[in-house]
C-alpha cells in the first residue's frame, strides 16, 4: 500500500505528526480510491488529539504555501494545497437523538472513530507516522468488500441509518457510482428505516441524488431507491411514473423505466448536470395527463405542458436553483416532442425556424434530449428515427446558418402595438404580436418594423381596432 502515498504532501503531513507525538492516518474515499486505481484528490485526516491544532502545524510545514480554512465549532480544519484538499479532523466518539441526525461529539480514540464510519469501503486507514508509514488498517474487511463489489456498514445496518438515515443515500450513490451491489442486510435495513428519511433537511438530500445523477450511469441509483421506498417519499413525482396499467387488452409503456433508460442515454451524450434534469423531468406529467380513448389507446396528451409548469414546484421542494437553470430545464421539458415530430414530417424551413427561435441558445440541447428520448427494444425502428432526427439537425444546423435566427426576436414588440392601436383588450396586444410573428417565421413578410407595423394595421382592423 505504498504507493497512494507517494505525494510528499503525505510525508510532511506524517512527518508532522511526529514531531506532535500523535498518530495519524489517511481515512475514507482517498484509501477506498486507490485501492480501485481511481483519482481523488479530496483528503480525509484523522488524528488522535485535536485535529485543528494538527491542520495549523501542518499548515506552518508547508511555509504557509497553503489556504487554511478553521472550523472551531465543529472541531475541523481543511487546508487547499495545488489542487488538493486536505480535511482534518480528530478521532471522536458519537451519538445521536431521534429526532436529529447531527450527533452528539467527544474526542475519542482511534476504536471510537472506526465505530463511527458508515460502510466498511469507507474505514480503511493508511498510517502517515514513520514507524507504520502505508500500513494500511482494516478493521472490518473493507478491501475484501471493494474486491467482491459489495457495499455494507461497518456495524448493525438498523442502527446505522436510524443514527443517520442520510447514509441509506450515501450507500446507494456509492453503489450505484461503483457498480457495486447493497449486501442484502444492509438493503432490507434501508427498506425497515426509510421514514427515517423524514429527519434529514431537503438541500442533503439534493446534494446526494444530484452526485447520483452525475453518475455514468444513474439508472441503477434511482432503481435502487425505487425498491426500497426512499424514491416515493423523496421524489413522488418519479416514482408515480412506474406502472403499467391494461385496459381493453391495450398497455402503456413503463414510463419509470422509460426515464431511466433516457437518463442513461443522455449521459452518454452529456455531462450537463441540468440536461440530465431535463431527461428525467421531460414525462414527469404523464401520470396527471394518461387517459384512455377506445380507438387509440393510451394518450398522454399535452404532457409537455403541464410538466413544463411542474418544474418550479419540483426544484423549489427540491432546494434547487430557481434562475436561469430552473427555466432551461422548464424549457426543454415543454418543447422535448417538437424535434421528434419534425423528424415525422416533412422538415420545413419555416417549422425549423419556430424551433430555433422557441428553443433559443438551447436548440442544440434539446436535439440531444430528443435522441436520448428514442427508446425501443426495436433497433431498426431506433435507428429510423435517429437518422431522421439527424436530418433535423441538418436543417437547424442549415436554417441558423442562413437567417441567423439564435436569440431571435421580432422587431414589433408590445409596446408598439399598444403606442399604434386604440387597445381595449390588453389579450389583443398578444394576439396582434402573435400573428405577425407567425408571417415573419412563416417569410411571408421579413421582420423590418415598418412592414410589420402594415400587417398588424391589417389584422387590427379585422379584429376592430382602430389607430390611435
Same mark, same amino acid.
Request: proline share 3%.
Given at each position: 500500500?505504498? @504507493?497512494?502515498?507517494?505525494?510528499?504532501?503525505?510525508?510532511?503531513?506524517?512527518?508532522?505528526?511526529?514531531?506532535?507525538?500523535?498518530?495519524?492516518?489517511?481515512?475514507?474515499? +482517498?484509501?477506498?480510491?486507490?485501492?480501485?486505481?481511481?483519482?481523488?484528490?479530496?483528503?480525509?485526516?484523522?488524528?488522535? #488529539?485535536?485535529?485543528?491544532?494538527?491542520?495549523?502545524?501542518? $499548515?506552518?510545514? +508547508?511555509?504557509?504555501?497553503?489556504?487554511?480554512?478553521?472550523?472551531?465549532?465543529?472541531?475541523?480544519?481543511?487546508?487547499?494545497?495545488?489542487?488538493?484538499?486536505?480535511?482534518?479532523?480528530?478521532?471522536?466518539?458519537?451519538? *445521536?437523538?431521534?429526532?436529529?441526525?447531527?450527533?452528539?461529539?467527544?474526542?475519542?480514540?482511534?476504536e471510537d472513530d472506526q465505530n463511527r464510519r458508515d460502510f466498511t469501503i469507507n474505514a480503511m486507514y493508511l498510517s502517515l507516522n514513520s514507524d507504520q508509514f502505508g500500513e494500511l488498517y482494516d478493521p472490518y474487511n473493507g478491501v475484501q468488500d471493494l474486491q467482491n463489489g459489495v457495499i455494507k456498514t461497518c456495524n448493525n445496518p438498523d442502527v446505522t441509518f436510524d443514527d443517520d438515515p442520510l447514509?441509506?443515500?450515501?450507500?446507494?450513490?456509492?453503489? @450505484?457510482?461503483?457498480?457495486?451491489?447493497?449486501?442484502?442486510?444492509?438493503?432490507? $435495513?434501508? /427498506?425497515?428505516?426509510?421514514?427515517? &428519511?423524514? &429527519?434529514?433537511?431537503?438541500?442533503?438530500?439534493?446534494?446526494?441524488?444530484?452526485?447520483?445523477?452525475?453518475?455514468?450511469?444513474? @439508472?441503477?441509483?434511482?432503481?435502487?431507491?425505487?425498491?426500497?421506498?426512499?424514491?416515493?417519499?423523496?421524489?413522488?413525482?418519479?416514482?408515480?411514473?412506474? #406502472?403499467?396499467?391494461?385496459?381493453?387488452?391495450?398497455?402503456?409503456?413503463?414510463?419509470? *423505466?422509460?426515464?431511466?433508460?433516457?437518463?442513461?442515454?443522455?449521459?452518454?451524450?452529456?455531462?450537463?448536470?441540468?440536461?440530465?434534469?431535463?431527461?428525467?423531468? =421531460?414525462?414527469?406529467?404523464?401520470?396527471?395527463?394518461?387517459?384512455?380513448?377506445?380507438?387509440?389507446?393510451?394518450?398522454?396528451? #399535452? =404532457?409537455?405542458?403541464? #410538466?413544463?409548469?411542474?418544474? %418550479?414546484?419540483?426544484?423549489?421542494?427540491?432546494?434547487?436553483?430557481?434562475?436561469?437553470?430552473?427555466? *432551461?430545464? @422548464?424549457?426543454?421539458?415543454?418543447?422535448?416532442?417538437?424535434?421528434?415530430?419534425?423528424?415525422?414530417?416533412?422538415?420545413?424551413?419555416?417549422?425549423?425556424?419556430?424551433?430555433?427561435?422557441?428553443?433559443?441558445?438551447?436548440?442544440?440541447?434539446?436535439?440531444?434530449?430528443?435522441? $436520448?428520448?428514442?427508446?425501443?427494444?426495436?433497433?431498426?425502428?431506433?435507428?429510423? =428515427?435517429?437518422?431522421?432526427?439527424?436530418?433535423?439537425?441538418?436543417?437547424?444546423?442549415?436554417?441558423?446558418?442562413?437567417?441567423?435566427?439564435?436569440?431571435?426576436?421580432?422587431?414589433?414588440?408590445?409596446?408598439?402595438?399598444?403606442?399604434? +392601436?386604440?387597445?381595449?383588450?390588453?389579450?389583443?396586444?398578444? /394576439?396582434?404580436?402573435? $400573428?405577425?410573428?407567425?408571417?415573419?417565421?412563416?417569410?411571408?413578410?421579413?421582420?423590418?418594423?415598418? &412592414?410589420?407595423?402594415? %400587417?398588424?394595421?391589417?389584422?387590427?382592423?379585422?379584429?376592430?381596432?382602430?389607430?390611435?
Open positions: 500500500m505504498q @504507493s497512494p502515498l507517494d505525494n510528499p504532501i503525505f510525508e510532511l503531513i506524517g512527518k508532522t505528526a511526529d514531531e506532535m507525538k500523535l498518530r495519524a492516518w489517511v481515512v475514507g474515499g +482517498f484509501v477506498r480510491d486507490s485501492i480501485l486505481k481511481r483519482e481523488n484528490k479530496d483528503i480525509d485526516i484523522v488524528v488522535v #488529539g485535536n485535529g485543528v491544532d494538527f491542520a495549523q502545524a501542518v $499548515a506552518k510545514n +508547508f511555509n504557509n504555501d497553503c489556504t487554511l480554512s478553521v472550523f472551531r465549532n465543529f472541531g475541523t480544519a481543511q487546508i487547499k494545497f495545488d489542487d488538493w484538499i486536505i480535511e482534518f479532523i480528530g478521532a471522536r466518539k458519537e451519538s *445521536y437523538r431521534r429526532d436529529s441526525r447531527k450527533p452528539m461529539v467527544e474526542n475519542g480514540t482511534l447514509r441509506m443515500l450515501r450507500g446507494i450513490r456509492f453503489a @450505484s457510482r461503483l457498480n457495486f451491489r447493497i449486501e442484502l442486510k444492509t438493503f432490507e $435495513a434501508i /427498506k425497515q428505516n426509510v421514514n427515517r &428519511i423524514e &429527519i434529514v433537511s431537503q438541500e442533503r438530500i439534493t446534494d446526494e441524488m444530484n452526485a447520483m445523477i452525475m453518475a455514468e450511469k444513474p @439508472s441503477r441509483a434511482f432503481d435502487m431507491m425505487s425498491k426500497t421506498g426512499l424514491l416515493t417519499l423523496i421524489f413522488p413525482e418519479m416514482m408515480a411514473l412506474h #406502472g403499467v396499467e391494461t385496459r381493453n387488452g391495450k398497455s402503456h409503456k413503463d414510463n419509470f *423505466y422509460h426515464t431511466l433508460q433516457v437518463l442513461d442515454n443522455i449521459c452518454e451524450l452529456t455531462d450537463n448536470l441540468w440536461l440530465r434534469w431535463a431527461a428525467i423531468l =421531460h414525462d414527469i406529467a404523464k401520470p396527471a395527463t394518461k387517459r384512455f380513448d377506445n380507438r387509440v389507446g393510451w394518450t398522454f396528451h #399535452g =404532457h409537455e405542458d403541464k #410538466g413544463s409548469r411542474m418544474v %418550479k414546484g419540483i426544484f423549489q421542494r427540491m432546494r434547487l436553483p430557481l434562475d436561469e437553470k430552473m427555466r *432551461y430545464v @422548464s424549457k426543454l421539458v415543454l418543447l422535448h416532442l417538437r424535434p421528434i415530430v419534425l423528424s415525422k414530417e416533412t422538415v420545413t424551413d419555416s417549422a425549423v425556424r419556430r424551433l430555433i427561435v422557441d428553443a433559443g441558445e438551447h436548440v442544440t440541447d434539446l436535439v440531444t434530449l430528443c435522441r $436520448a428520448d428514442i427508446t425501443s427494444k426495436n433497433e431498426a425502428k431506433v435507428e429510423k =428515427h435517429l437518422k431522421n432526427l439527424i436530418l433535423v439537425q441538418d436543417k437547424i444546423n442549415e436554417v441558423l446558418a442562413k437567417d441567423e435566427l439564435r436569440n431571435w426576436q421580432p422587431v414589433l414588440t408590445g409596446n408598439h402595438i399598444k403606442n399604434h +392601436f386604440e387597445i381595449k383588450d390588453p389579450q389583443d396586444i398578444g /394576439k396582434i404580436k402573435e $400573428a405577425v410573428r407567425e408571417l415573419i417565421l412563416d417569410g411571408q413578410i421579413p421582420n423590418e418594423l415598418a &412592414i410589420a407595423l402594415e %400587417k398588424a394595421e391589417e389584422i387590427a382592423a379585422s379584429m376592430n381596432i382602430s389607430l390611435r
